[in-house]
Nanobody, 128 residues
């Protein structure tokens, strides 16, 4: 049974930083691309960032490029999202997802349906 557990969200001010973590279990973590999506109230879940199984390839949404960094530690079965210079429009629930296919990364914009497993989400709120 695959489990993804996000942590690290919180309430911050504009310009601050946060680091989200997503701990995975249940499948061989190093075989699967991982991604971060987010969903604001009343909006669809949108792509934020993804990286390949080795971490060698990354893609970002234009809205976060240059501010967010996705990374992974395969020894710890964990993927991270470092978020710098946060803006009020970054406010959302952030979800990590694990790709449905091994050794496959979807070029942007990937759809949520490309990811077979999701965490419960962690709230990020950025005040102005």
């Amino acid at each position: 049974q695959v489990q993804l557990i996000e942590s690290g969200g919180g309430l911050v001010q504009a310009g601050d930083s946060l680091r989200l973590s997503c701990a995975a279990s249940g499948r061989t973590f190093s075989m699967y691309a991982m991604a971060w999506f987010r969903q604001a109230p009343g909006k669809e879940r949108e792509f934020v960032a993804t990286l390949s199984s080795t971490g060698g390839t990354t893609y970002y949404a234009n809205s976060v490029k240059g501010r967010f960094t996705i990374s992974r530690d395969n020894a710890k079965n964990t993927v991270y999202l470092q978020m710098n210079n946060l803006k009020p429009e970054d406010t959302a629930v952030y979800y990590c997802g694990q790709h449905r296919l091994a050794y496959t990364i979807t070029t942007p914009p990937p759809k949520p349906s490309e990811y077979a497993y999701w965490g419960q989400g962690t709230q990020v709120t950025v005040s102005s």
